[in-house]
């Protein structure tokens, strides 16, 4: 395939790229080879980390061999190149550094439950992406692999812990890649990239084989997309529970992505531009676009509301910081197997050495009692939303901010929080609450760069159907980044 027609390729999302292959259009290989392409004109956003090229080759071979894309029985993204996001998304016999100079010789064993079902869809899966040291930071800039770059601007990040997911997906070298989100990992990476990016409920997908759930219930996996109907598509090939799975959610009465054509009619919205943690203030031109969404909702027929739940925001920060401390002691256990020794100080970066540090003296009391407040915030929150179906807040409460702002040790994890939630503001009561969250590019700054407005709701199905509507009323697809891979970029 030439280079014209791969960058052409580029403004195709999944479900477009996959409607290609099913009708012969386009192979697999070429979908494939055309991503490869891309991928080579934008190394130097470092967005990639672990190239797996030769398995990617066999697969869409495979795919194409016997006419399976066009015999309807290899998955509904069958052929759509995808990219795996380097934490939580498992898969057997590949690199897993996990961001952590600790873990850099780390080879996966087991393939998570939700990578097999991207497989069983039929997603071609070329590399894995950048993330920060254990999906720590909501920045993507690790020491081992160094910092990527946000297509927008390399003045500003691209947001983390699934940065080089977001950064992929902004440059047009995939439409869609894998992430997780923990306090915002995903919708973060969304807002600083001018992405779509959905944290499903809690419950949605499961965390086998290796574990339950991630960081006690916070953690949901997905991904960022270009476009509303690639995210419900997505979430309807990972909808499910394995055996054993401590939670589970509800089956949709519809699937997602045919849910898109059912407008929903007069949903009840809370609309909050404040941050809900004391101290810092939200940018006007976040403001600004949280408002601009308002207007349209309520054009659309839904009633906004202002209004916010009550939260103890000492109770969530201090149960975040517990619940951190003890998930780096386990990425200490895990790198102490991994290298057969226990690692050093400096095989950590500093903020995650001072995680680790304050976990091996958190007590079991601190561990329990940073779970219940956990839960009884949860209650609160949701006593706050009586009556109203739907949370309209800031992604983030500024544009996208600069480098080495959210990755660095402040003497402690509270302290840590403390400087993440001045920017991240309100994303991480969708992890607490185990509520949905997505956020869309409503808005952006004078110079440019995109301004994430995020909805919440228990439920992802009025999240979708309201996201596809404001992308139909204020469509953002014609907005690029300068790195744009695109035709006419």
Not at 166 to 180: D, E, F, K, N, R
Not at 184 to 209: E, W
Not at 375 to 403: D, I, K, N, S
């Amino acid at each position: 395939m030439d280079s014209k027609s791969a960058f052409e390729l580029a403004d195709v999302d999944a479900v477009g790229q996959a409607r290609l292959a099913a009708t012969a259009d386009v192979s697999a290989v070429e979908l494939l080879e055309a991503a490869l392409i891309r991928l080579e004109a934008t190394r130097g956003l470092n967005a990639v980390v672990t190239d797996l090229f030769d398995r990617a080759r066999t697969q869409a071979a495979a795919l194409d061999a016997g006419g399976a894309l066009r015999g309807g029985d290899a998955g509904p993204l069958a052929g759509v190149p995808f990219l795996l996001k380097d934490l939580g998304a498992s898969l057997a016999g590949t690199p897993e550094a996990m961001g952590s100079r600790a873990l850099r010789t780390h080879i996966a064993t087991e393939t998570a439950w939700i990578v097999d079902r991207y497989l069983d869809a039929g997603l071609v899966v070329f590399g894995k992406t950048n993330t920060p040291e254990w999906g720590n930071h909501c920045t993507t800039e690790p020491s081992l692999f160094g910092p990527t770059v946000n297509p927008w601007s390399t003045a500003v990040t691209p947001g983390g812990s699934s940065g080089g997911s977001a950064a992929a997906v902004a440059a047009g070298v995939v439409p869609a890649a894998s992430g997780g989100d923990g306090t915002g990992s995903i919708r973060v990476p969304a807002s600083c990239c001018g992405l779509v990016g959905l944290k499903p409920r809690r419950g949605r997908t499961s965390f086998a084989p290796g574990s339950g759930h991630g960081l006690e219930g916070l953690v949901n996996e997905h991904a960022l997309t270009r476009t509303v109907r690639d995210s419900a598509a997505l979430l309807d090939a990972v909808t499910g529970t394995a055996p054993g799975d401590p939670y589970t959610a509800p089956l949709p009465a519809t699937s997602f992505l045919d849910s898109l054509q059912l407008a929903p009619n007069g949903v009840r919205l809370l609309m909050a531009t404040a941050s809900p943690f004391p101290g810092p203030t939200t940018d006007p031109r976040v403001v600004a676009a949280v408002e601009d969404t308002a207007r349209l909702l309520t054009e659309l027929g839904h009633h906004v509301t202002p209004g916010a739940p009550d939260i103890d925001a000492d109770a969530v920060a201090d149960a975040i910081a517990v619940l951190h401390t003890v998930s780096n002691v386990q990425l200490h256990a895990l790198a102490t197997e991994v290298l057969g020794r226990p690692p050093h100080e400096d095989e950590f970066e500093p903020s995650t050495w001072e995680m680790v540090r304050e976990g091996f003296h958190t007590t079991g009391l601190a561990y329990a009692e940073a779970i219940s407040a956990v839960h009884a915030q949860t209650r609160r929150f949701a006593a706050g939303m009586a009556g109203h179906e739907v949370l309209l807040v800031p992604t983030l409460l500024t544009p996208p901010p600069g480098y080495a702002l959210l990755d660095q040790p402040r003497g402690s994890t509270r302290a840590f929080f403390d400087v993440e939630f001045a920017t991240t503001g309100w994303t991480t009561l969708a992890n607490v609450t185990g509520w949905a969250a997505i956020s869309l590019p409503m808005g952006s700054t004078e110079d440019g760069l995109p301004i994430g407005v995020q909805l919440m709701a228990s439920d992802e199905t009025v999240l979708l159907q309201l996201a596809a509507q404001l992308e139909k009323a204020a469509p953002w697809a014609g907005r690029r980044p300068p790195a744009w891979l695109g035709a006419g970029s």
